[in-house]
């Protein structure tokens, strides 16, 4: 970098700082008594000029070479890192991954198991809607409908007629599979950001209905006495009896959810390389030359909808059953956009990528319950960052000719 | 040959863009083993003609016959399996996808698998620049290459008959030599009847047997290849002399 590069970097520096400065000072001077001080702005405004010239100047030695001592053996781990995970088969990492899941319960306390039994409902969201958005490239953003249907569904089953969880996973998995067709039915013919905003009403239409059809769902008091999932154990006492046992327990509830996103994983893994998930996959790309080559373009975004929101109302109906307390309030556009941004923060497309996104946009904030005021701005900070260093997502989707190798494994 | 009822017919064919009536009474006729060629200025009407054949774009009025059984109210999705299939205008390759997945979807609709791997393998030995690039995503391709590959994903489909539109677009003078070669290669060997639209018209003439003239929508001359090559109008609208 030549010398007057660095003067026009530095430059930039010094008017990025004062102009921070004349934002800061309002918005943190002024009291409620209409005075204006400097005190903490300036406190403020310090922080951030100390932590940001450290980066200048680190960044500065690193473009100068300066650093090399530290970046090469960095680099020189990496690289061995990398080999060991190439040489290492999936399969390895997949089982280490089911362990630790496995025995998670067994090794951590209430609050953990709440915030893990979380991550899994929104990893089987991310990755239903994935199939909609990464695979067949329709942006959704009223995808929480689906979660509220399935929900509700098992939750009016279960009230009313006392359905066990087990088998109205099947009929809530049903019924948002028809709300997804009626919904996709007049929407689909839309593409790009029609599409978004077409979704999006849809996606309000379904929670006002919730919140305003009082006879049956009983609006914003929301329905309460859902039965938890009850399993029939086998019992010896007096011959062979079966007892029935309610899955009131956090660990037993969290080994349901994990059985469900195993499911979605493996059911969203076999769709994607099937000859139905190359279909979708033309289909983002250019939807003309995908009808031109045979593919039911029509066809194939409505079951890539229909398929999301099964998967979408499965989660629904466990977030009922562990809940045992549903309203409209839970199936906010905001509920949306955060399973949006797991998918795109994890990597449209890769199912590991999605996993990752959830954990991140679920636990980080847990972890940052320290700081509540500023979690948001964090949060935001995060996407920026993240669309600026890595667009592709945490762990991008890659199949390049990868599915061609794997013909035998694909039904569809 | 002009006895036989031909494999394409398309009957006093009219279309539209909303409002904007992009054809206006198309009859063409294409015989089964042909290569016929439609020349003419941007905005003639050709790739209309080519969209609204394959039902991308809706017939408004006319016929369309194929085999003698008309296919203007027909999806498009169901013409391939009946041997008609397109490589469209700018190549519209899968670009994400890789180059043997995007020949995969030329045969989407296909259940054969040997028969499948064996027309890969077919293509691969016409284009080897693409079995060479297999695993690579179509958009990394040089524009000759995707162009090969846009052909070779509609060969994938096995056409009896493959609408070609505007195969030379934005190429290197000596690919557009080397694809001309294959088209003719293609109609040869594989007995694929071809429907060609050109910009090109000189090597387009050269390559058809017979060829149509389209002027806003219309077409307002129709011959031999040869014939239309010695046209002195013709060698001054669209050959440049």
Known sequence: MREGEYKKLWKAYAIGLVWLFCLLWPLLGIHEDGTLSIQSAFTVWLYVFGGTAVILVLYLLHKRGALAWIGRPVARLRDRTATAGRVMPGWVWITAVLIGALVFPQVTNRYAQDVAINVLVYICLGLGLNIVIGLAGMLDLGYIAFYGVGAYTYALLSIHFGLSFWLALPVAAFFSCIAGCIIGYPTLRMRGDYLAIVTLGFGEIVRIILNNWMTLTQGPNGLLGIKPPGIYLPAFSDGLSFVHIALRKLPLLYYVILALAVLTVISVHRLNYSRIGRAWEAIREDETAAELMGVNTFMLKLLAYAMGAIFGGLAGAFFAARMRFVSPESFTFIESAMVLSMVVLGGMGSIPGIILGTLALIVLPEVFREIELYRMLAFGAAMTAMMIFRPKGLIPAKRVGGRSEEKGGAGG | ?241
Not at chain 2, 47 to 55: A, D, K, Q, S
Not at chain 2, 94 to 109: H, I, K, T, Y
Not at chain 2, 186 to 208: C, F, M, R, S, Y
Not at chain 2, 232 to 239: D, E, T, V
């Open chain 2, 1 to 241: 040959m002009r006895t036989r009822e031909p494999m394409l017919e398309l009957r006093e064919v009219s279309s539209a863009y909303g409002r904007i009536q992009a054809l206006k009474g198309i009859s063409l006729q294409v015989h089964a083993g042909e290569i016929v060629c439609m020349i003419g200025a941007n905005g003639a009407g050709k790739t209309t003609t080519l969209m609204t054949i394959c039902g991308i774009v809706k017939c408004q009025g006319g016929e369309i016959l194929y085999d003698g059984r008309p296919i203007h109210g027909t999806v498009p999705a169901k013409l391939p399996p009946m041997g008609l299939c397109q490589v469209p205008e700018g190549r519209r390759i899968f670009p994400r996808l890789g180059v043997e997945d995007n020949l995969e979807m030329g045969a989407f609709f296909r259940k054969d698998r040997n028969q499948i791997q064996r027309d890969m393998d077919h293509v691969y030995t016409l284009f080897p620049a693409l079995r060479e690039r297999r695993r690579q995503r179509g958009g990394t391709l040089s524009g000759g290459e995707q162009q090969m590959l846009a052909i070779g994903r509609a060969l994938m489909s096995r056409p009896r008959l493959l609408l070609m539109d505007e195969p030379s677009l934005g190429l290197a003078p000596l690919f557009v030599q080397k694809i001309f070669e294959i088209i003719q290669e293609i109609n040869d060997k594989d007995g694929t009847t071809i429907l060609l639209v050109e910009q090109n018209a000189n090597i387009a003439l050269q390559t058809a047997e017979r060829g149509y003239v389209l002027e806003t929508g219309r077409i307002v001359m129709e011959d031999r290849a040869q014939a239309l090559l010695d046209n002195p109008k013709i060698r001054q609208a669209y050959l440049g002399e």
